[in-house]
């Protein structure tokens, strides 16, 4: 009788440094296609920030954030700097994933060698961050140079998005284990991405929701983003922090624990 059994998907991860050489095939790979790859990335956000933010701002004109008075400009900017990081790691952790995944069997080529699922998953998320920080960056530049804000905290808000875009790759990663086609992240982006850009206090402030949406959006992941980098635009510290990166820490180290049983199960690995 055999009585070996099966590790069970749920298994703590068995990760090592050879994650390094897939993170590192993935940027080798991009290079070729950086300079449209970034144009692609900040135009969407760019074309919100300049129709709602100049358009919308000249009739809001001020928003009380914190009791304190700001441009709606810079209201809008704050927000969706975050909204950025979520999209452009969503976007890599779904449809470039999926292609190295499924499309193109990357994933079972680099398994030949002596690298196993888990550490190509890690590799495949800390890539889809790391990317959304080559976004994020762009736009911030833009930002700089349209004179929106010149904190020095916004060095801060730097490394806080690339936890951001963890967060979202995290996320992500789930749907493409789950995933038979392309057209299945359609559903992550409908009703799950769009829904949380007007329920985070990227367009208007929180307070302008119903008590109930309120009380639901101050456990989404991109609410508390925005918390934690809206403060550093108006060159303040923000006045609850912990809280924020104690949602998005969980959203993450939940997130990449589920998306690797479940690719483990679509593997059997």
């Not at 095939?25 to 449209?36: F, G, I, S």
Request: net charge positive; aromatic share 14%.
């Amino acid at each position: 009788m055999n009585t070996h059994l099966t590790p069970s998907v749920w298994r703590a991860a068995e990760l090592s440094m050879r994650w390094w050489p897939v993170f590192l095939r993935n940027l080798l790979v991009w290079r070729k296609l950086a300079l449209p790859s970034l144009v692609g990335n900040i135009a969407e956000p760019l074309m919100w920030l300049v129709a709602f933010g100049y358009g919308m701002g000249a009739l809001v004109g001020q928003v009380t954030v914190n009791g304190v008075q700001v441009p709606y400009i810079l209201f809008l900017a704050s927000g969706s700097i975050c909204m950025s990081a979520m999209q452009a790691a969503s976007f890599e952790a779904l449809y470039s994933a999926f292609s190295r995944m499924h499309v193109q069997k990357t994933w079972d080529g680099i398994m030949n060698a002596p690298v196993n699922l888990d550490n190509i998953v890690l590799a495949e998320m800390l890539w889809a961050a790391f990317k959304s920080l080559f976004t994020v960056t762009a736009i911030l530049g833009v930002m700089l140079g349209l004179g929106i804000s010149y904190s020095p905290k916004l060095l801060v808000a730097w490394p806080v998005l690339f936890g951001v875009g963890i967060t979202f790759s995290c996320i992500a990663l789930i749907f493409n284990a789950l995933a038979k086609g392309y057209d299945f992240f359609t559903y992550y982006f409908t009703l799950f991405l769009t829904p949380m850009m007007f329920l985070s206090g990227i367009f208007f402030p929180l307070e302008q929701l119903p008590p109930v949406v309120r009380a639901i959006s101050h456990w989404l992941p991109l609410t508390n983003a925005v918390a934690l980098v809206r403060p550093l635009f108006m060159d303040q510290w923000p006045a609850e922090w912990l809280r924020p990166l104690a949602v998005l820490a969980t959203f993450a180290v939940a997130g990449f624990w589920v998306a690797l049983a479940l690719t483990r199960k679509r593997f059997r690995a």
